[in-house]
Nanobody
Framework: VQLVESGGGLVQRGGSLRVSCAAS????????MAWYRQAPGKQREFVAS???????NYADSVKGRFTISRDNDKNTVYLQMNSLKPEDTAVYYC???????????????WGQGTQVTVSS
């Protein structure tokens, strides 16, 4: 199973970006999906998550500015980021709980990360 992120980049304070993450491979079902981020010199932190049914959860630091969504048919999760601040600068990682084919065991997978930089 692979998670491939896209959509990062450089944006000015107050701007918007959307990052995407597509899961592919030996997938029976993709369950919870989430975004995390890691800024230089800091630990990786939770940003947002979404269940297969669409229930969402957000870190307090991004509530009201970021929106997580998913397309279950495409096994893809999105993170729409608005009103971006310099402190949002980080590598954003996708995480997914995936039931794999054959065994139907559930494993956690991570993407390679995509850089988001917000200039002041």
């Amino acid at each position: 199973v692979q998670l491939v992120e896209s959509g990062g980049g450089l944006v000015q304070r107050g701007g918007s970006l959307r990052v995407s993450c597509a899961a592919s491979g030996s997938i029976y079902r993709v369950n919870d999906m989430a975004w995390y981020r890691q800024a230089p010199g800091k630990q990786r932190e939770f940003v947002a998550s979404i269940t297969t049914g669409g229930s969402t959860n957000y870190a307090d630091s991004v509530k009201g500015r970021f929106t997580i969504s998913r397309d279950n048919d495409k096994n893809t999760v999105y993170l729409q980021m608005n009103s971006l601040k310099p402190e949002d600068t980080a590598v954003y990682y996708c995480n997914a709980l995936v039931e794999v084919t054959l065994t139907f065991n559930e494993y956690a997978y991570w993407g390679q990360g995509t850089q988001v930089t917000v200039s002041s």
